[in-house]
């Protein structure tokens, strides 16, 4: 029983020494200097301990600060992620901003050579197309009473034709297209001064003419420009309405087959100009003793 009883005193006192031991080792500057059994028993002893206790530290330290440096940076992430999505947002709508500003410039263009003309300017809001029949609808950008009543005006791109106006309902008006069956325009060969008349091929797959009544000695070629003659009066001359695409010249008959492509990319189709009236046309009126 006292044996147990010395055991347990001896525990205790050993419990309490220890640390006062290594206190005290520790806060020695040169352990080399301990020259004592018990302190170099100490060193022997706790060395061990302090270099697994400073390595556990060293490897604890790091990984929470490699953690808290994964926060930030998952956190600076996330942030120029949503600065990098609200720039592309506003890329995209300055690049939309650019692409309108060009296609208003270009219709200012064409407003400034056709200077003779009195225009109203609107923009597609959709287009139908049938087997036979190609038809879009355009609303005015401000309301005019210059096509009230007023049905077949010329409707111009800065690319050339559109086509023409058909019914007017309040400030929507539908445009049959250059490629409707229905639609016809006399024309020349902008290189050589050769007549034709382009009609639509009301083709429901592709966007197609054919130019008829061109006569087979007429010299036209694939890529040759075909520019409104002004002929009939609707049309100011020289507007682009097509491109020759095939020419087939045969040995016999009057006149060539020569297909045609719109000069108007129907596909991106944006703002047209309604034509009110032109010069040209003015001038015929007074010709023939219109008022």
Same mark, same amino acid.
């Given at each position: 029983? /006292?044996?147990?009883? =010395?055991?347990?005193?001896?525990?205790?006192?050993? &419990?309490?020494?220890?640390?006062?031991?290594?206190?005290?080792?520790?806060?020695?500057?040169?352990?080399?200097? @301990? +020259?004592?059994?018990?302190?170099? $028993?100490?060193?022997?002893?706790?060395?061990?301990?302090?270099?697994?206790?400073?390595?556990? &530290?060293?490897?604890?330290?790091? =990984?929470?600060?490699? =953690?808290?440096? $994964?926060?930030?940076?998952?956190?600076? /992430?996330?942030?120029?992620?949503?600065?990098?999505?609200?720039?592309?947002?506003?890329?995209?709508?300055?690049?939309?901003?650019?692409?309108? /500003?060009?296609?208003?410039?270009?219709? @200012?263009?064409?407003?400034?050579?056709?200077?003779?003309?009195?225009?109203?300017?609107?923009?597609?809001?959709?287009?139908?197309?049938?087997?036979?029949?190609?038809?879009?609808?355009?609303?005015?950008?401000? *309301?005019?009473?210059?096509?009230?009543?007023? #049905?077949? @005006?010329?409707?111009?791109?800065?690319?050339?034709?559109?086509?023409?106006?058909?019914?007017?309902?309040?400030?929507?008006?539908?445009?049959?297209?250059?490629?409707?069956?229905?639609?016809?325009?006399?024309?020349?060969?902008?290189?050589?001064?050769?007549?034709?008349?382009?009609?639509?091929?009301?083709?429901?797959?592709?966007?197609?003419?054919?130019?008829? =009544?061109?006569?087979?000695?007429?010299?036209?070629?694939?890529?040759?420009?075909?520019?409104?003659?002004?002929?009939?009066?609707?049309?100011? *001359?020289?507007?682009?309405? &097509?491109?020759?695409?095939?020419?087939?010249?045969?040995?016999?008959?009057?006149?060539?087959?020569?297909?045609?492509?719109? +000069?108007?990319?129907?596909?991106?189709?944006?703002?047209?100009?309604?034509?009110? #009236?032109?010069?040209?046309? &003015?001038?015929?009126?007074?010709?023939?003793?219109?008022?």
């Amino acid at each position: 029983m /006292n044996l147990k009883r =010395y055991r347990d005193a001896a525990v205790v006192l050993l &419990a309490l020494a220890l640390p006062f031991g290594f206190l005290r080792v520790s806060m020695q500057e040169d352990p080399s200097k @301990l +020259t004592s059994p018990a302190d170099k $028993l100490m060193v022997r002893f706790i060395t061990p301990i302090q270099f697994a206790a400073a390595t556990l &530290a060293r490897g604890v330290s790091g =990984y929470i600060s490699d =953690y808290v440096y $994964l926060v930030d940076v998952k956190k600076d /992430n996330a942030d120029l992620a949503a600065e990098n999505a609200r720039l592309e947002a506003r890329v995209r709508e300055l690049e939309h901003l650019e692409a309108e /500003n060009r296609r208003l410039r270009a219709l @200012l263009e064409v407003r400034k050579r056709n200077v003779t003309a009195d225009v109203v300017s609107a923009e597609v809001i959709s287009k139908d197309t049938s087997e036979f029949f190609r038809v879009a609808h355009v609303t005015l950008d401000k *309301p005019s009473t210059d096509i009230t009543g007023k #049905s077949r @005006l010329p409707v111009i791109t800065m690319d050339g034709v559109v086509g023409i106006t058909g019914d007017v309902s309040g400030d929507t008006v539908e445009v049959q297209l250059v490629v409707d069956a229905g639609f016809a325009v006399d024309v020349v060969v902008e290189r050589t001064g050769a007549r034709g008349f382009v009609r639509g091929a009301g083709n429901e797959r592709e966007y197609r003419c054919r130019v008829e =009544y061109v006569k087979r000695d007429d010299e036209v070629e694939v890529g040759d420009v075909l520019v409104t003659s002004g002929w009939g009066r609707r049309f100011p *001359p020289g507007v682009p309405v &097509a491109r020759v695409t095939e020419v087939l010249r045969r040995d016999f008959g009057i006149y060539q087959t020569v297909q045609a492509e719109p +000069t108007v990319d129907f596909s991106r189709l944006r703002e047209v100009l309604i034509v009110v #009236s032109h010069g040209g046309q &003015a001038k015929a009126e007074e010709a023939d003793g219109k008022p």
